[in-house]
């Protein structure tokens, strides 16, 4: 899943406003972001195989550093941990925030569990599980618009524009996003695993920077 995750975020943000958004983009895509680093450093593996899905050709055989349930918790955990030294309220309150964080962090490997094959590990490299929606293209895709398309509504209700960038931004943004996911589905495959990860990292980095930025357009 792509696109959708961000639906996770806009969503935070809609119920918590204290919450940069480019850190809840960035809070849904961490394990992906990790995993791009780790395939581009040789931890974790990845084939391409044209034809493996019938809308990606990425054989993840070996990613359990990332993308195993257990990985998931040790990165949302962390995630918690980081956030946690930036809020100023004090009691219970201050974990509001940084719990969010996490539990954005940890969704990803949920929505991940709907459309991959069964390559998403409990622990370690064992336990392998997902439902497959990636081999229905056209359901996957709506899925995944729709999820981001509810997202989206409920940032938009939440907020206010401040110019006609703040109006028309944010949809537009999701709109280039979808495109790139369009892309990825019905595209050339990637020319090899370390220029997909580094594509996915400025992908990622990317986004998030417009995302915090037609954030300052909305109040």
Request: hydrophobic letters at 55%; glycine letters at 8%; charged letters at 10%.
């Amino acid at each position: 899943m792509f696109i959708g995750h961000y639906s996770v975020s806009l969503l935070a943000k809609s119920r918590d406003k204290s919450i940069p958004l480019w850190v809840l983009f960035l809070a849904v895509q961490l394990v992906d972001v990790l995993w791009a680093i780790f395939i581009f450093a040789g931890l974790e593996k990845v084939r391409i195989v044209h034809g493996f899905t019938a809308t990606n050709p990425l054989d993840l055989y070996y990613m359990p550093y990332t993308h195993s349930l257990l990985g998931s918790v040790f990165w949302a955990i962390a995630a918690f941990l980081l956030y946690l030294p930036l809020r100023k309220r004090s009691g219970y309150g201050k974990f509001v925030a940084p719990l969010i964080v996490g539990g954005a962090v940890l969704s990803h490997w949920f929505l991940d569990l709907v459309v991959h094959v069964p390559d998403l590990a409990l622990y370690d490299n064992t336990l392998k599980m997902g439902f497959g929606l990636w081999n229905y293209p056209i359901v996957a895709l709506l899925l995944e618009l729709g999820l981001v398309f509810f997202g989206l509504v409920a940032y938009m209700r939440a907020t206010r524009p401040v110019s006609s960038v703040g109006t028309y931004g944010m949809p537009m943004l999701m709109l280039l996003v979808a495109a790139l996911q369009i892309h990825v589905f019905f595209g050339p495959d990637p020319s090899g695993p370390s220029a997909m990860a580094l594509t996915a990292i400025a992908s990622y980095f990317a986004i998030a920077a417009a995302a915090g930025w037609l954030e300052r357009k909305r109040v």
